[in-house]
């Protein structure tokens, strides 16, 4: 590959990265002073990701468990991933909508807060978002997919990501996770 064609490649990464921001910037950083309120009040992070987001979700949240930028001590953060018979007995049925809710209805408290990284607009992860407002969850929503079915559900904030192509918007979401995981980490550690 020419040095061209890389040094192109890296100025669309950037240029999705840039764009991504912009559109998040206004929801970042009240995302990440209620993420630190609520770790500071021993309530909890929930995460999801759908599709080809789901394992960006997973190293998001581990890197919130986790140290990402210091040591310290492990944030109250849960992936939410539905077992293998609970996706069988979905698939069995007509419940789509209802992958992630049993597990959330099991595991989150109010005031908990539910980050989706949204690859589908599925009624899977639609469904999460209803199921965890009905449990008086806060819900944020990174959508990289097709946003017009969020048009009518209840969440406290919803970003669209830039139409690029799912890698980059993967990228996009792995990047935007693990700001957000050092804003949080720099309001609870002063960091």
């Not at 492990?74 to 539905?82: A, D, G, R």
């Not at 408290?109 to 009624?123: A, C, H, K, Y």
């Not at 639609?126 to 990289?144: E, K, M, N, P, S």
Request: net charge negative.
């Amino acid at each position: 590959m020419s040095e061209s064609k890389l040094f192109s490649l890296f100025q669309e990464h950037n240029q999705c990265l840039e764009e991504g921001l912009a559109l998040c910037a206004d929801v970042l950083d009240p995302l990440a002073a209620s993420l630190a309120e609520s770790f500071a009040q021993e309530q909890r992070l929930l995460i999801i990701g759908s599709g080809i987001m789901a394992p960006i979700a997973m190293a998001v949240a581990q890197a919130f468990a986790y140290q990402l930028n210091t040591e310290r001590p492990p944030l109250p953060v849960v992936y939410v991933e539905p077992g293998a018979g609970i996706r069988s007995a979905v698939a069995a049925g007509d419940d789509a909508g209802q992958l992630y809710c049993g597990a959330l209805q099991a595991i989150a408290r109010e005031d908990d807060q539910l980050l989706i990284f949204d690859g589908t607009s599925d009624d899977a992860v639609i469904g999460a978002a209803q199921t965890a407002r009905d449990l008086d969850c806060a819900v944020t929503v990174l959508c990289a997919g097709d946003s017009a079915r969020w048009a009518d559900v209840e969440t406290d904030s919803l970003v669209v990501l830039p139409d690029a192509a799912a890698g980059r918007r993967a990228e996009l979401l792995l990047f935007l996770g693990h700001v957000l995981c050092q804003m949080v980490e720099g309001e609870l550690f002063g960091l």
